[in-house]
């Protein structure tokens, strides 16, 4: 009564469109557009009213140097629940990213363990187990302070999408932080990982079909380990998909164990072209 007198206290009910907006634009935008949208005219539900009504899939974020099976296979349980399966066995895309994150440690009150340290050097410490004393924390403290462990600037997100016109959107499988110092083999590392996972998983690949491609924009890093990977086995007389694609001139028949493909974001392919004719017109130029 003491808020609502002092103006502080506006309780008010909701359209489904408004709690679905909200709800949205909290996975889009976070705490600070949920915040601002509650104190601007529109009024959505606040951060608070959103938690009862929101669909929570608890991710293992991975806090290692590998991406542990273990973890992968815990995700996919959790995302792929019952009324997340297709009704038929469907083609299936990985589909792997970057995406910004706070530059800040967290902790797993489920595993123990410290959260948010770059996947590239934290082999460095002992553990990251906190335990029943500070010594695993006061080391990743110092690790960060003397710039050998890196708080991550960015997490790696894999995903997989289904080839499919209904429900067809990305679910998340996989997120390691990382401060962009990655190689190649790491990539690639982690894309195996997600193969074998999806053979294993009792909600992947037996009951919802196997992975056809790897998908994702023009990281040159990411490049070369979807080339390694994808570019190991050649297409021939017999295989399934020969009848196929057997007879398409000019088309490239190699691809990666199960037959996977790779696929690049269309756009950076034009950006990379776009990029390769403008130095080649300054060569020439140069010559000139």
């Known amino acids: 009564m003491r808020q609502a007198l002092a103006g502080v206290y506006h309780p008010k009910n909701f359209t489904l469109f408004e709690w679905d907006f909200a709800v949205l634009m909290y996975e889009l935008g976070g705490k600070g557009v949920t915040h601002a949208l509650h104190n601007a005219p529109y009024a959505l539900p606040a951060r608070s009213s959103l938690t009862p009504v929101r669909r929570k899939t608890p991710i293992v974020a991975s806090s290692g140097s590998d991406i542990q099976i273990a973890e992968v296979l815990a995700n996919m349980r959790s995302v792929f629940t019952a009324d997340r399966v297709p009704s038929r066995r469907l083609l299936h895309t990985f589909c792997v990213d970057e995406i910004a994150i706070e530059r800040r440690p967290s902790y797993n ?74 190689t190649w083999q790491d990539s690639a590392l982690i894309q195996l990982t997600t193969v074998l996972c999806w053979l294993l998983s009792a909600v992947g690949e037996t009951l919802q079909g196997p992975l056809a491609s790897f998908s994702s924009d023009g990281d040159q890093l990411r490049r070369m380990a979807m080339y390694f990977v994808c570019m190991r086995f050649i297409i021939e007389a017999g295989d399934p998909l020969y009848v196929i694609v057997g007879s398409l001139i000019g088309l490239n028949l190699y691809v990666g164990p199960l037959f996977i493909t790779m696929d690049f974001d269309w756009k950076h392919l034009l950006k990379r072209a776009f990029n390769c004719a403008l130095l080649f017109s300054c060569v020439s130029d140069t010559c000139t």
């Open 109 to 182: 009150t489920s595993t123990d363990e410290i959260l948010g340290l770059c996947r590239e050097h934290v082999g460095c410490l002992s553990s990251t187990k906190v335990g029943e004393t500070l010594a695993s924390a006061r080391e990743a403290a110092k690790a960060v302070k003397d710039d050998r462990v890196h708080l991550g600037k960015e997490a790696t997100v894999g995903a997989i999408a289904g080839d499919s016109r209904n429900d067809y959107g990305a679910k998340p499988i996989l997120v390691s932080p990382t401060c962009k110092r990655s």
